[in-house]
């Protein structure tokens, strides 16, 4: 059984440790604000400027006679443009928050502990390996999926407010896959990820071969991303959802699996 309280020991530790470095907080505000703000300015105002071409990326994209899921009746190409970068191009983004965020928590929470010398203390706390491992993924994964929801709720607000007026009221998010891909699949898939970077970091050496480990991770996502842009395809409803069950069911398989199959191997770490 696990127990929750010395889970929450390390997390809180670790998080203590987040709040004061400088850096990897300001990363966070960064990516928020960027994309929740900065993003959707681009896009809306990207829109009105060249009428209909968006360019929420370096390559211009017209997207206008792109088939849209469930847009709604009479949009001008301008506000059809912006329809579609929301609904095609940005939401695959939401995957790359929590990583971006986290990855290098990830990576440090046992090869860092190493090269500082603690990990030796940390092994000998009264925790089984499905604890330790529970309490480093999760203290690696909450700051980047907070990221993402506060990214989310600043896209919505600056969204409906820049683009208002082309929609005749609010309107993003433009429909339940949304909510499902921010909601379910981000954190899953995030989960997913910061898994297997803590137990690289498990085995590394250091916190920047953990880093070089977890680069692989990021390539599905950007793979995601240029399909959506360059084939103009939307992923359904019903396709979210099979696929968060689906990184729901990986998500339990590694924990049930990964401490004692994988993870053990941290219990030998040597300080050198």
Request: hydrophobic share 60%; proline share 6%.
């Amino acid at each position: 059984m696990i127990r929750w309280s010395r889970v929450l020991c390390v997390l809180t530790k670790d998080w203590r440790e987040f709040s004061r470095s400088g850096w990897l907080v300001g990363t966070a505000l960064a990516l928020t604000v960027y994309f929740g703000v900065v993003l959707p300015a681009i896009i809306v105002f990207g829109a009105r400027i060249s009428g209909g071409a968006v360019v929420p990326i370096s390559i211009p994209v017209r997207l206008g006679d792109l088939p849209l899921p469930a847009a709604p009746e009479g949009l001008d190409e301008v506000a059809r443009s912006v329809y579609a970068a929301f609904s095609l191009i940005v939401p695959p983004l939401f995957l790359v928050i929590p990583l971006a965020v986290s990855t290098v928590m990830a990576a440090d929470s046992f090869a860092g502990e190493r090269e500082r010398g603690t990990i030796e203390v940390l092994l000998a706390a009264p925790l089984t390996e499905r604890e330790l491992f529970l309490a480093k993924a999760l203290a690696s994964l909450t700051p980047g999926v907070a990221a993402s929801w506060g990214a989310f709720a600043l896209m919505a607000l600056a969204t409906n407010l820049m683009s208002a007026d082309m929609f005749g009221g609010w309107w993003f998010p433009s429909g339940p896959e949304w909510y499902v891909v921010v909601a379910l699949v981000s954190p899953l898939y995030a989960f997913l990820a910061i898994s297997l970077i803590v137990l690289a970091s498990s085995r590394a050496r250091s916190a920047r071969e953990a880093q070089q480990a977890s680069a692989i991770l990021v390539a599905p996502i950007l793979a995601a991303v240029f399909g959506q842009v360059l084939g103009g395809f939307a992923i359904g409803l019903e396709h979210l959802l099979i696929s968060a069950a689906v990184l729901a069911g990986l998500d339990a398989g590694l924990v049930a699996l990964a401490p004692g199959r994988f993870f053990s191997g941290v219990r030998y770490m040597r300080v050198d």
